[in-house]
């Protein structure tokens, strides 16, 4: 019976490890909660902004150092060079992760706009 429970915990830990997790808050990747990312298989990455990672330091990254996944609010990603030292980022290759329902100012921007075209005359 003991050796059932422990297989039975072990195959949902394994479960919850195959999410993307917040290194910052330990949990599962949210909209707003921004921090670095652990990608729990190589073969099913985050979906990401830019396909190639973005390296903010002018000086040469070797070619086999690994991306570093960050979720960043959208201002930081427009102006990475800017923001990268708050992440501890500069020298390193980052791909920026997506989350589609991601609140930003843009989308509540959009939202807002489309509400006021529907009750115009």
Same mark, same amino acid.
């Given at each position: 019976? @003991?050796?059932?429970?422990? @297989?039975?915990?072990?195959g949902?830990?394994?479960?919850? $490890?195959?999410?993307?997790?917040?290194?910052?808050? &330990?949990?599962? @990747?949210?909209?707003?909660?921004? &921090?670095?990312?652990?990608?729990?298989?190589?073969?099913? +990455?985050?979906?990401?902004?830019?396909?190639? +990672?973005?390296? /903010?330091?002018?000086?040469?990254?070797?070619?086999?150092?690994?991306?570093?996944?960050?979720?960043?609010?959208? &201002?930081?990603?427009?102006? *990475?060079?800017?923001?990268? /030292?708050? *992440?501890?980022?500069c020298?390193? +290759?980052?791909?920026?992760?997506?989350?589609?329902d991601?609140?930003?100012? *843009? &989308? $509540? *921007?959009?939202?807002?706009?489309?509400?006021?075209?529907?009750?115009?005359?």
């Amino acid at each position: 019976m @003991l050796l059932l429970a422990t @297989l039975a915990g072990a195959g949902s830990a394994a479960a919850q $490890g195959a999410e993307h997790r917040n290194l910052t808050t &330990g949990g599962p @990747l949210k909209p707003g909660i921004y &921090g670095r990312i652990a990608v729990a298989s190589p073969t099913a +990455p985050p979906p990401v902004i830019y396909p190639e +990672p973005v390296i /903010a330091s002018d000086t040469l990254v070797r070619p086999a150092a690994r991306p570093v996944y960050l979720y960043v609010p959208p &201002g930081q990603v427009r102006k *990475w060079k800017q923001h990268c /030292a708050k *992440w501890s980022a500069c020298e390193q +290759p980052v791909l920026f992760v997506r989350v589609d329902d991601s609140p930003s100012r *843009w &989308g $509540g *921007w959009k939202k807002l706009r489309e509400q006021v075209a529907l009750h115009r005359p």
